[in-house]
Each structure stands twice: as structure tokens, then as C-alpha cells.
């Protein structure tokens, strides 16, 4: 059989600083960026305006652009797509501008478009802004196939086929009619009266968004509580299923105070605590590298946040339910080494699950196209941090607090040790195990 | 064979056949590959940003129809003391909420409160006004305004849905949308790729007013008005309206004038029992629209025409006055609207009549149209991607796993297809969110596999035969595969009932996807590890 590790020994615990290190390295660098470099880029999402998507069939000339679209109200014209695809976005942001202005700015947009690039001297529709409908209602009042009254919805269907070409295989922006003897059905009789009835507009609108600003803050907010609300939900979940030292009855009952409260319900608490906190930082450093990178935050790219949030939980949760196990079986080691061990006993799965869905990813990211690209890339760089700090972040906090609380008590039966033990034995009088399972 | 694990076989195939039947095989029994790939087309529905499409989120301004009811209450107020011979000297609207009553002759106080309470219980709260003695304010209660939002909301709703069905569009969604306060509507219409006629027939007003002309004059602006008669009378205004007078030379010549109208009118849009756009008789050029009352309304139309016979009768249209024929004589139930309409925008006006006029006026808080060529290219980058990597990891799990590794393979394609068929059965739209959460799936089913394997590898390690092996690392595993599936389906749930649209897309793809995981990678995969080792010789080595 093949395998990655034989019997991988290695110290992780001793290297939590290292870790440690690194990870405040990257949450500075990014963090760093969006509050004093670069910033946040938040997608029309979140910040509303008008984004319109507009492919040319030759290269725009982006000058003539922005002064036919009056310079004050333009924000932005940026080339997206592949190098050659003549893709650019004119967006127009929406800060302080009510709905009206918006829709307004859309209708500008175009008409400032059409004004420039549009069709000279020429009264035919533009066959790349044609519909369905209006494609199949002049190719029925032309006739090519000699149908007259027996054409039922053939010429509907042709126009569907017409167009799927137009869409698909060119992209939307058709630039010679002969191109669409390819399609299917196209005769030389229906491609003449094609020609006849239309002219070909050197451009073609792909994407039209309007956002207000109303809805941009209510999707900012709603991203911002869902991603909360679902870390909240997981902290219960983990701290239920790995619960820490001393019974629920000792954290309420035990008349320490409040400070010895809240203590005792960390104790409790600390896997779910240090599985979210390492999530939290996943989610951090992510946000920083799109900062730095200049990647835009839409809402397409907050489910990729969620995706990671996700990944990463079940790659910390691997581990520490190999703790929870261990714990049982090697009561006479530290509890650093019963972590270590039980990393280590699980890192080939680690790198295996991590590198396929690493792989996975990182061929959408180049192979996924522009949409998905900022999409893509919240997962290239979650996974590879969501991986990391499973065991570089959430395994030594837990280690660490079990350290500071567990001073001077027998190895493993720190708070953090749970449940060794099924009796309710006492070992300090202080730290007592919890008798799950 | 053991009779256990037949059954599960059984089980197994049945649910695996049941979805792919009703992937591909369904509605249509299929012949040929096309009828396949047609199937499945119409199965797998996809969402807006895949397919293109037109998704509109607009607000209904119901403070308006709030509004109109305060004036409503001005006007019969006014008739109500006037027909009692209460004394006062103004009924006026103060803000949309309230209206002041003026200085109510003192003797009259006490029958003028009864009236008040006995005519509006429910509705308005009456108190008497700041500042004057026997001044009043009424005040619309919480409770009644809490109705009007949910009456104008729903009409809205309804209005909307049938000017939308009127364009003959494929499924449109037309759903409310965020809080109850928030008295937005979301529309979708998949596969328009230009917005703007829906848009327009959602916007057109099509308030339609019956009401009676104060003033024979008219006047070509506000001010001339003022000018000769300084206030207005109560319980009138100044209605807009283009008049066109064809000139000698043949020119339209088009000029604004203003008509004075009473405030309440006689007949609302709501009294319309039918529209139909016809010829006009006198002008066969011309277009107009004929429409009849429904029988409530002509009861109060009959009479109320008989009494203002050599009255003008203004139709006004959204504000403004499309016409202002005398009333000739009784008229019951019919009426006709005439002006400068073609047959297409009389169509458009009886259509939009038919369906009923929205409440309130709305505005667009989000418009988003994905053109058919973007959504074409986001779906083949997509599968494409999604294919490749799906393959890359397949031939991984077999070069890794060897043999198991084709059970793992066969675990992962009966996740996507039972994944896939929940998608169908339940009508959920795939979305470029939702992919997100099938490449989640994807992942986790992976991970399910390299657990369960890693274990029984571990567990061979240690010495165990191949059965007890299976045995164990199933077991060991399961306690891991649970812990990670419910955590991310609780955070999902989460998301499902707290966000909307692409994030609620996403958690609703991944909760089926990690129960159908849990499905193939634990009891799919156990149950042919259980027949393998069956059939394999006792002392052979597992291919793990």
C-alpha cells in the first residue's frame, strides 16, 4: 500500500510558537492592509451602485469610454475576463444616491454607450441586443423557411437556437453573421433575411446590477450576523460534544465567585472556544490576503467564507475527537503529548483530504473563469489556512489553557483532559473530570 | 448470500435507481441521448446567475396608501358634519396620520365626540387639539395603520403577480421579502434578458379615478388659478392634464391645463369589473378603452351622475386627467377612456386596468439582470472545473486506495446523484452559491472515505484480520464523520433560516449533501466492504 507517513513523530505542541508566530505575521500584513493600505474592496454587494458588464467586439478604447459617459459620475472602468476578451465593467457607486438616481445612472450608462459605440446611420435593431421574442417575431414576419401559416412555433425554436449560439459560442457579441451557418437550422435563406432585418452593434451588455444602498447595508449586515450566528451555533455544538473539566452542576454550583464562574465555564467550554477562535482567525487572515490581493468582497464570496468556516471546523474536529479518544486510552501521558500523538496519528488524512480539496479548488481558480475567480480564491487560500490552524492554532489554545488551569495537577486530568474517568472520583478537589461517556 | 446484506443491497439500488430515474428518466421515458440530456435539463432548475435572468427587488411605498386614507377621512368627515349641521371651522389634514378640526361650535361638542367615536371606533383616536379649546385632533391608531400596511401589501403583491402573468413569462417568482416592516417584493424572471418591459408594466400606474369637476374653467397653470381665486375650496385640488387641439395647419398642438377636482372620487380603479381597448367610434384612427363597474359601484354611480347631469366628470389617470366629458344623463355601469392612444398602449391600459392598480406607488431597491452569454460561461467554467477536479480526485482515491478505492469513487457519485435528485424533487435552483456548497460536499464525502480507510489501515496495522478491520474502522470512524456533519449542518441551518438568497442557496445544497454523505460514505461504503469481504478468501489481504 502507499502511504504519505509511516510513523510520523513530530512535536507540534512544542512548536506552537512558531505557529503562533506566523499566524500573527499574516493577521498583521493583512489587517494592516485593510485598515491602512488597501482596505476592504467590497463588491456592489455591499456597497450599491450601478455595475454595468459590457463585452466589445474589438478592443474599447477606455478614453473615448469615459468621456462619452461624462467623467464626474464615472467611478470605475475596469477590464475583466481574459486578456482578450474586451470585457470591461463601468460601475458607478452609490453612496448618498437614493433608488431613482440609480436606475438613472443605468439608463445613462447605456445610452452614453450606444451614443458612442452604437449604430451609425443605420435604423435596423442590433442583433446582439435582440431577445428571443423579438429575434423570433422578425424572423416570422420575414419567413426564410416559406412556412407562412404552417410555422407554429418553428421560428421560435430557431430563435432559441440562433441566440444560444450567439450566447454560447460567442460569447454574446456576435461579429460576422456568417459565423452563424454554424448553428443549427441556419440556411443560407435564414441567415439573408438575419442580415436583412438586423445589423451587428459592436457590443453586448453581459450583466446589468443595480444595488441601493438600502439593500447593500441590509446584505452587509445579514453576512455579517449569519456568519456569527452559524460560529455561535457550532461553539454550543463542540462545546456539548467535547465538553471540558468539572460536571455543568460543579460550573453552577461551586461558590467560587463570578471570576471562578467564568472560569470553570471555559473549562468547559475550551475545545468549542478554541475550534471557533481558530475558525475566526481562518476567516481573519482570509479577509486580509483578499485586502492585500485587491480581490473584490461579494456576496458569492461570502458563501466561500462559509465553505471555509466549514472545512476548517471539520479538519479541527478530526483532531480533536482523536483527543478525546486518546485521552482515554493514554492516561499516563502529558496532555501535550496525548495532543501531539493523536495530530500525528491523523496527519496523513490531514494532508490527503486537504490536498484533494486544495486541488479541487485550485482548479476552479484557473480553470472557474471570472465570475468564480474571487470565489475561488477565498477557498485556495481557506483551505491551505483552514488546514494549518487546526493543528497550529486550536490544538495548542487548548494545550495552553489546559497548561495555565491544570498548574500542578496530575497530567491529564487538567480541565481540558475530560473525561478519563467514568466514576466521579475527585482528583483535586478542584479540577474534577467530567463523566461523559 | 447473508440475508441482511441483501436487503440493504436491495435498499441501496432501490433509492440509487429511484434518483437517477428521476434525474433522466422523467418526465419522459427516454429513447435517445438527447431525450437524456433533455431530461436532466428540465430537472436540474437552474438560478438566475446560471440561466440569466432578471431579479428585482422593489419597495411598495405604502405611506402613500396610509395617506390617501387620512384624506378619505377628510373628505367624508366634511360631508358627515355638514349633513348634521355640526358647526366648525376647518377639517384639515395635518401629516399622514392626523387630521385637525378646527373650533367646533361648543353646544355641538358633546354630539359632534359621539359621532366622531360611533363612525370611527377602531380606526382614529379623538383628542382634543393643542392650543384651542374646541379644536379636536384625530389620530390613526396603530392597529388600523398595521391593516392598511397589510391590505396594500397584499394587493400590491396580487397586482404585481397578475400584470407579471399577463406577459406570459416561464415560472417568474414574485414573493414578499424581508421583514414584516420592510414591505419589499422580490421578482424573478428567469431568461429575460431585458428588463425593461417587465419593469414597465410593473411601474405603470394604472390608478384609475372617477371625479367630479368643481369648476367648468380651466386653467393653464397653478398660478392663474391663485390668481383669481386665492384659496382653494375645501376639499378640492388641482389635477394636471394635457389638452391637444389639432391646429388648422394639421400640428398637435400640446398645452398643460389644470382642472379643479373634488379631493375623494367616485369611482376607484377597485370598481372595475372589466377593461377592453376598442376603435374609437368617432375617430377610427383612435384607440380607446371601454370598461364596466361592477354592480356595488354602479349603485352609487347611477344616482350620483342623475344629480350632477351638465357637470363635467373628470377620468384622471395616475394623477392626472385624461379626459373631462359632461355628463349628458344616468349613466350605470359603463365608461370609456379616451386620448391619444395606438392599439398597443390602449392593450397596455386595459391590461394593466384589468389587473387592478397597485395601492401605492413602488420603487426598485435592487435590479440585477445576468445576460444569458455570462450565465452560458459561468455554467461550462463551472462543470467543467467541477468534472476535472471530480476526476482527479477519483483516479487519487484509486491509485491511493486501490480497490477501495473504487468504493470510495462509487460512494462519491451516489452522493452527487442522490444530491442532484433531492435538487430536482424539491424545485431548489442551482446557484453559483449552491456549487459552492456541492464542492463542500464534495470535500467532506473525500474526507469521509480517507477517515474510514485511514482507520482500517490503522486497526490492519495493529494486527487485526481484514473483517475485524472493516469492523472497527467503521465504527471508530463513524464517531468523527457524525461530530463533523451535524457541527457544519447546525452552522448551515443557521444560514438557511437567517439568510436569503445565494447564502440560504448555499445551506439548503450542503445540509443534502452531507446527509446523503453520511449515507454513501458510511452505510453504501460498509455494506460493499461487507459483500467484498464475503466473497474474498479469509486469509487474503484487504486492497486498501
Known sequence: MIELFKQPNIDWMGKAKYFYALSGILLLAGWASILYGSGIRYGIDFKGGTNVDVRFAQPPNVDKLRSSLGNTEIQSIKDIGDPNSNEVVIFVEGKGQDEQALEEGRVRILTALNAAYGLSGSNKPNFNAATAASLAAQLSEKDPLLLSANAGD???????????????????????????????????????????????????????????????????????????????????????????????????????????????????????????????????????????????????????????????????????????????????????????????????????????????????????????????????????????????IAAPLVVAWNRWRGQGVAAGTGPAAGNKTRSSENVSGRLAPAGRR | MNPNLKWKALFIFSVILFCIYFLFGYPVFPTSVAQVKDNFGKQIKLGLDLQGGTHLVLQVQVQEAIAQETDTTVDRLTTLLRSKNIHYDEVRRIDDMHILVRNID?????????????????????????????????????????????????????????????????????????????????????????????????QAGGQLELRLVRDPVTYPSVAAF??????????????????????????????????????????????????????????????????????????????????????????????????????????????????NFSQESAHELALVLRAGALPASIKYLEERTVGPSLGADSIRHGVQASVLSLVVVMLFMLVYYRLSGGNAVLALFFNLVILLAFLAMSGAVLTLPGIAGVILTIGMGVDSNVLVFERIREELRNGKSAAAAVDAGFDKAFLTIIDTHVTTVVSAAFLGVFGTGPIRGFAITLVVGLVANIFTAVYVSKTIFQYHLMKMDRQAELSI
Open chain 1, 154 to 392: 418553428r421560428y421560435q425554436q430557431l430563435a432559441k437556437k440562433i441566440l444560444d449560439y450567439r450566447d454560447k459560442n460567442a460569447h454574446g457579441v456576435l461579429t460576422n453573421f456568417d459565423d452563424l451557418s454554424k448553428a443549427d437550422g441556419v440556411t443560407a435563406p435564414v441567415l439573408a433575411a438575419l442580415k436583412d432585418s438586423y445589423v451587428l452593434g459592436p457590443f453586448g451588455i453581459r450583466n446589468v446590477e443595480v444595488v441601493g444602498p438600502k439593500v447593500g447595508a441590509e446584505l452587509r449586515q445579514q453576512a455579517i450576523y449569519v456568519t456569527l450566528y452559524a460560529l455561535g451555533g457550532m461553539l454550543v455544538y463542540i462545546a456539548f460534544r467535547f465538553q471540558g473539566g468539572g460536571s455543568v452542576g460543579q460550573v453552577f454550583l461551586a461558590q467560587r465567585g463570578f471570576v471562578g464562574f467564568v472560569l470553570r465555564l471555559l473549562d468547559k467550554m475550551i475545545f468549542g472556544l478554541a475550534a471557533v477562535l481558530a475558525v475566526f482567525h481562518d476567516v481573519l487572515i482570509t479577509l486580509g490576503f483578499f485586502s492585500l490581493l485587491h480581490f473584490e468582497i461579494s456576496l458569492t464570496v461570502i458563501a466561500a467564507l462559509l465553505t471555509l468556516v466549514g472545512y476548517s471546523m471539520n479538519d479541527t474536529i478530526v483532531i480533536f475527537d482523536r483527543i478525546r479518544e486518546n485521552n482515554r486510552l493514554l492516561r499516563n501521558q502529558s496532555f501535550a503529548d496525548v495532543v501531539n500523538k493523536s495530530i500525528n496519528q491523523t496527519l496523513s488524512r490531514t494532508i490527503l483530504t486537504s490536498g484533494l480539496t486544495f486541488l479541487t479548488v485550485l482548479v476552479l481558480f484557473l480553470m472557474g473563469g471570472q465570475v468564480l475567480r474571487a470565489f475561488s480564491f477565498a477557498l485556495v487560500v481557506g483551505i491551505v489556512v483552514g488546514t494549518y490552524s487546526s493543528f497550529g
Open chain 2, 106 to 202: 361648543p353646544s355641538q361638542a358633546s354630539e359632534f365626540r359621539d359621532l366622531v367615536t360611533q363612525q370611527y371606533n377602531n380606526v382614529w383616536d379623538l383628542a382634543r387639539a393643542a392650543g384651542d379649546p374646541n379644536g379636536y385632533t384625530l389620530t390613526l391608531r396603530p392597529g388600523a395603520v398595521a391593516q392598511i400596511q397589510e391590505s396594500t401589501m397584499t394587493q400590491s403583491l396580487e397586482t404585481i403577480a397578475r400584470r407579471i402573468n399577463a406577459l406570459g413569462l416561464t415560472e417568474p417568482t414574485i414573493q414578499p421579502r424581508g421583514g414584516r416592516n420592510a414591505n419589499e417584493i422580490l421578482v424573478q424572471l428567469p431568461g429575460v434578458g431585458d428588463p425593461a418591459e417587465a419593469m414597465g408594466v410593473i
Open chain 2, 226 to 339: 391663485m390668481a383669481q381665486h386665492t384659496v382653494l375650496p375645501p376639499g378640492t385640488e388641482l389635477v394636471t392634464g394635457s389638452l391637444e387641439s389639432r391646429g388648422a395647419n394639421g400640428v398637435t398642438d400640446k398645452s398643460e391645463v389644470w382642472y379643479l377636482l373634488d379631493r375623494a372620487p367616485v369611482v376607484t380603479g377597485r370598481d372595475l369589473r372589466s377593461a377592453v381597448e376598442t376603435r374609437n367610434t368617432s375617430n377610427p384612427g383612435m384607440w380607446q378603452v371601454n370598461f364596466t363597474l361592477s354592480p356595488e359601484a354602479a349603485k352609487r354611480f347611477g344616482p350620483f351622475t342623475e344629480q350632477n347631469i351638465g357637470n363635467k366628470m373628470a377620468i384622471v389617470l395616475d394623477h392626472k386627467v385624461q379626459s373631462a366629458p359632461v355628463i349628458n344623463g344616468r349613466i350605470e355601469d359603463t365608461g370609456m377612456i379616451e386620448g
